[in-house]
Nanobody, 120 residues
C-alpha cells in the first residue's frame, strides 16, 4: 500500500520554529497537489497549506488564514516531497499534522501524522 512518510515535528516554545517534511517513496507519477492538514485536541482536521504542481495552477499555494505570514510550504517536484516551515509558532498551533497527496482524478493518501506541541 502506498504511503506518505513524514518527519520533523516535536515540541517547541512559543515563538520557535519547526520544519516538517513528507515524502512519497514508491510513487513515480506526478502528485497534483501536496499539502498539510492538522487536527488539534477535540477539533476537526483542518487545512494548513497546499501547493499544486500540474496544469495552469502550477505551484499555486493556499494557506489557512491562521498561518499566513508564519508558515511556508514548498515542494521538490522531482522527489515528490513537500515541506512545511513553521515560524513564530503559537500554542494554538499545537496539533497532529498530516501530510496529504491528492490527484485530480480523485485519489488521495495521507501520512501517518506527527505531533507538534507549542508551549507558552
Amino acid at each position: 500500500q502506498v504511503q506518505l512518510v513524514q518527519s520533523g515535528g516535536g515540541s517547541v516554545q512559543a515563538g520557535g520554529s519547526l520544519r516538517l517534511s513528507c515524502t512519497a517513496p514508491g510513487i513515480v507519477s506526478t502528485i497534483d497537489v501536496m499539502g498539510w492538514y492538522r487536527q488539534g485536541p477535540g477539533q476537526q482536521r483542518e487545512l494548513v497549506a497546499t501547493i499544486t504542481h500540474a496544469g495552469a495552477r502550477a505551484n499555486s499555494i493556499e494557506y489557512a488564514d491562521s498561518v499566513k505570514g508564519r508558515f511556508t510550504i514548498s515542494r521538490d517536484n522531482a522527489k515528490n516531497t513537500v515541506f512545511l516551515q513553521m515560524n513564530s509558532l503559537k500554542p494554538g498551533d499545537t496539533a497532529v499534522y498530516y501530510c496529504n497527496a491528492h490527484w485530480w482524478m480523485g485519489a488521495t493518501i495521507w501520512g501517518q501524522g506527527t505531533q507538534v506541541t507549542v508551549s507558552s
